[in-house]
């Protein structure tokens, strides 16, 4: 969640409103559609926000021209590897954040199975689970009262999740990002009063396996239908009913993936301060893109990125990260960093790292909306200093979307620095739509008992 987003940060005032004016929230409705019960309109800042300019496009020559910008290049790559490696801190974190939609190629499609026996040898380095082991595979442990941890099974990789809930709608939580199932420890018990939960780390992330990626030709684990593919098998396996798919930053584009390729497990999205992928390579200048390609080309296959993670990887860092995402700078607790942190200190964890920032094709959000059949309510942090609430808003003009929810004083993860405000607007959503899928059902059994 931390960590990815947009290159274009903001150049212009961050005004830090604060946790007081969580009181209330801006809410947009499309016309016509829904409205929601909970709930003040509130007044849209005025406040405004100037994004990097971009830059100039440019044709660039082949022959000698070209083999000398391509050692210009290289040298740029040299220097910014070393700037950022030499840079206080707080520095490198808004570099790293600058980074982590970046460059990335255009496979996708290698089977998972594959990858499992291609990197067999290189298993020791998939993750560990938390102290105590993980569950065997297709057991659970109750991990706090009436919160279980389990082990799925997934084309040979190891899938952490937990669950809650005995009975009612199926809810499943997608993290960001550098997050786990952990980022919704402030949520999950709460919304197992209204249904089902389960919060699923994704491959890579959290305790899940972490497979050693191609460092030549990223991308072909780590991407968005492959993610969408495990969020599609655990519903199918696992949870074994129509899902409400709730999630964080990057989560969103999985999520939607997967509510894409499969609309009859999906029975709704929420999508909290989706990420806008603003590094996509049809988002970045052509005279930017060979430079930013270098440049994660040499993260990947030199040591300069793994001297990049550990540097970054602390818990100092770290802190530093999330206090520019958070606008509450007293909800990054310890608690926080810890579940963040140490499953990102597993072995594997700087491969996966290194391949995400390299991430630049695949599907964008604008893309994904008007192919989704189910509802969709989006809610945003007003203070995201990576996803501008602005920018978000443009989303309302997509048929699936019913209503856009602003939270003041809010940022990048709104279920963990306002779960308050969040739990109520999420188990209202699956409430709401769940009661009008049984209707359906209903009038649905009804005619077909009339019926000739």
């Known amino acids: 969640p931390m960590l990815t987003t947009s290159t274009t940060a903001p150049l212009g005032r961050l005004v830090q409103r604060g946790p007081a004016q969580h009181s209330s929230l801006g809410r947009s409705t499309r016309s016509g559609g829904p409205q929601a019960h909970v709930a003040v309109p509130a007044a849209i800042s005025q406040e405004t926000y100037l994004p990097l300019g971009h830059v100039a ?4 020559a082949t022959g000698s021209l070209g083999t000398l910008l391509a050692a210009v290049l290289a040298a740029s790559a040299a220097f910014w590897v070393w700037f950022l490696t030499r840079k206080p801190r707080d520095t490198q974190a ?3 954040a600058f980074a982590s939609g970046a460059a990335q190629p255009q496979q996708h499609n290698v089977m998972l199975a594959a990858s499992a026996q291609i990197v067999e040898t290189e298993l020791s380095t998939t993750s560990r689970c938390p102290p105590g082991g993980c569950p065997d595979p297709g057991e659970e442990r ?5 919160v279980f941890e389990g082990c799925w099974m997934w084309q040979g990789h190891r899938i952490r999740y937990q669950r809650a809930g005995e009975d009612g709608p199926a809810i499943l939580l997608v993290h960001g990002f550098g997050a786990n199932a952990d980022h919704f420890r402030n949520n999950i018990d709460e919304l197992a009063e209204t249904g089902k939960v389960w919060a699923i780390d994704l491959l890579g992330y959290g305790y899940s396996d972490k497979p050693i990626p191609d460092k030549i030709n990223p991308n072909t684990v780590y991407n968005f239908e492959n993610w969408g593919q495990q969020l599609r098998d655990f519903i199918t396996e696992i949870v074994q009913q129509k899902t409400f798919v709730i999630t964080n930053s990057v989560g969103g584009v999985a999520g939607m993936q997967a509510a894409i390729d499969g609309p009859e497990l999906v029975a709704g999205v929420v999508l909290m301060d989706v990420s806008l992928r603003m590094l996509h390579e049809t988002k970045q200048s052509p ?5 930013v390609t270098q440049f994660q080309r040499l993260l990947r296959t030199t040591n300069a990125g793994k001297y990049f993670f550990d540097n970054l990887a602390t818990p100092e860092t770290l802190r530093s990260v999330l206090q520019q995402a958070y606008s509450d700078p007293d909800a990054v ?3 926080l960093i810890e579940c963040l942190l140490s499953p990102g200190m597993t072995p594997g964890a700087v491969a996966v790292f290194l391949d995400f920032i390299s991430y630049s094709t695949g599907p964008l959000p604008e893309d994904q909306l008007p192919q989704l059949k189910c509802p969709v309510r989006i809610i945003w942090g007003e ?6 609430v602005e920018w978000g808003r443009d989303f309302q003009k997509f048929d699936c979307v019913e209503d856009f929810i602003s939270l003041p004083g809010v940022g990048h993860c709104p279920m963990d620095e306002a779960p308050e405000l969040v739990n ?10 769940q009661e009008r899928s049984t209707e359906l059902e209903q009038r649905v059994a ?3 008992a009339v019926a000739p």
């Open 424 to 433: 109520p607007l999420l188990q209202e959503f699956v409430l709401k739509h």
């Open 94 to 96: 808004r570099c790293l």
């Open 142 to 146: 109750e991990i706090r009262p009436g």
């Open 57 to 60: 496009t440019a044709d660039i």
């Open 383 to 388: 203070e995201d200093p990576w996803e501008l």
């Open 287 to 291: 005279l930017a893109r060979p430079l």
């Open 446 to 448: 009804a005619d077909a």
């Open 333 to 335: 607790t310890d608690e």
